[in-house]
C-alpha cells in the first residue's frame, strides 16, 4: 500500500540553499582550526560527527553538501558546540524572503533584528521608520562581509516598495547589483549558494524609471549576464565552476533546470579545458555536456578581460 504525504510543502530553491551555505561555513571554519588539520572531506566528517549522536553510516553530511536534507535541532546544537555562529548562518532569515510577503511591521522588525554596526545605519532604536538612506550609506552597509550586509539592502528596497518609493528601490537594486563580487570575494560560504540566492534576489528586485511622468519602465537585473560580461575572471570562474558541480547532483540539476549561462567564448574554452573527460582514450571537449539542463548564451567579450 502506498501512502501520499499530503501535509508536506515542497522545499523551496532557498531550503537547498542555507544547509548548503551552512555546510560550507563549517568546512571552512573547520579547515581554520590548525590543531585538526583538517584538509579533506572525510576528516570534516569524522569531525562533525566526533560530537554528535548519529553514526557515520548514516552519511547524512554528504546531503547536507547538497542541501538534499535540512539538519535538525540536534545537528544545530552539536555543531555549534564545534564551530560557533553556525546556527546565525542556516537559521538567518535571508533564507525566507522566497515566499514572504512583507509588510511594514515585517521590514521595520527584520531592521531591529540586523547586528549592531549594520543596524545603526539603517534605524534608530524604538523608531519605526528607518533613517534616511543616501548611496554613501548603502555603500557603508555593503562594506560588511556577512549575510546582514545583504539582507539589510534587500529590506530597505522593501520599504521602498511598501512606502512608493522608486528612487530608494533604485538604489538598494543597484548596490546589490555593483557589489555582487564583493560579497563573494569577502563571504567565502556562499561560493556555492549564491547561485541560488542571487536567482531569487534578482527574481524579486527590479529597477523603475519613469518616461513622460506616467510611462514607468521597470528593469529586471540578470545577474546571470552580469557575470559573463562583467565580472571579473578569478569571481565569475569559480562562480561556474560551483554552478557546474552543483548541477552534477541529479536533483540540483532539476533546480537549474533552463536557468541561463552567459559565457564568451574564451571562457568556455578555458571551462571545456577544466572539465574534459577521457574515455577509451578519446578526451571530450563539449561544454554544453556540462550543463545539458541549462540555456547557454555566448556573449562576445567580458569588459574586464584585459585587465585580468
Known amino acids: 500500500m502506498e501512502y501520499q504525504n499530503l501535509g508536506r510543502r515542497a522545499r523551496g530553491i532557498l531550503e537547498y540553499a542555507k544547509t548548503i551555505t551552512w555546510y560550507d561555513y563549517l568546512f571552512n571554519e573547520a579547515k581554520k582550526l590548525k590543531e585538526l588539520k583538517i584538509t579533506n572531506e572525510y576528516q570534516f566528517y569524522k569531525f562533525m560527527y566526533s560530537n554528535s549522536i548519529y553514526s557515520p553510516e548514516a552519511k547524512l553530511f554528504k546531503k547536507y553538501k547538497f542541501g538534499l536534507s535540512t539538519p535538525q ?8 558546540e564545534l564551530i560557533p555562529s553556525a546556527t546565525d548562518i542556516i537559521e538567518h532569515p535571508i533564507w525566507n524572503i522566497e515566499n514572504l510577503e512583507f509588510n511594514s511591521d515585517k521590514v521595520i522588525s527584520e531592521m531591529h533584528n540586523l547586528t549592531l554596526g549594520i543596524r545603526e545605519h539603517v534605524i534608530c532604536e524604538g523608531v519605526y521608520s528607518p533613517q534616511p538612506v543616501s548611496y554613501s550609506i548603502l555603500k557603508k552597509i555593503s562594506a560588511f562581509h556577512d549575510l546582514d550586509a ?3 539592502i534587500y529590506l530597505l528596497y522593501q520599504w521602498g516598495l ?6 530608494l528601490c533604485n538604489c538598494c537594486a543597484e548596490t546589490l547589483e555593483k557589489n555582487l563580487e564583493k560579497f563573494l570575494l569577502n563571504i ?3 561560493h556555492r ?5 542571487f536567482d531569487i534576489i534578482f527574481n524579486k528586485i527590479k529597477k523603475m524609471n519613469y518616461k513622460e511622468l506616467t510611462i514607468a519602465e521597470v528593469t529586471n537585473i540578470n545577474w ?3 557575470r559573463g560580461t562583467d565580472w571579473k575572471s578569478n569571481i565569475r570562474m569559480h562562480s561556474y565552476i560551483s ?3 552543483l ?3 541529479s536533483i540540483i540539476s532539476k533546480k537549474l533546470k533552463n536557468k541561463e549561462i552567459f559565457i564568451t567564448h574564451q571562457d568556455s574554452v578555458t571551462l571545456t579545458a577544466k572539465f574534459s573527460t577521457v574515455s577509451n582514450g578519446e578526451i571530450t571537449f563539449n561544454y554544453n555536456d556540462f550543463f545539458p539542463t541549462h540555456n547557454i548564451l555566448h556573449i562576445p567579450s567580458n569588459k574586464n578581460d584585459k585587465h585580468d
Open 73 to 80: 535541532k540536534s545537528w544545530k546544537e552539536s555543531t555549534e
Open 150 to 152: 545583504i539582507y539589510a
Open 162 to 167: 511598501i512606502i512608493n518609493n522608486h528612487q
Open 188 to 190: 567565502s560560504y556562499l
Open 193 to 197: 549558494s549564491h547561485i541560488f540566492l
Open 224 to 226: 546571470r549576464k552580469l
Open 243 to 245: 554552478e557546474y558541480n
Open 247 to 249: 548541477s552534477r547532483n
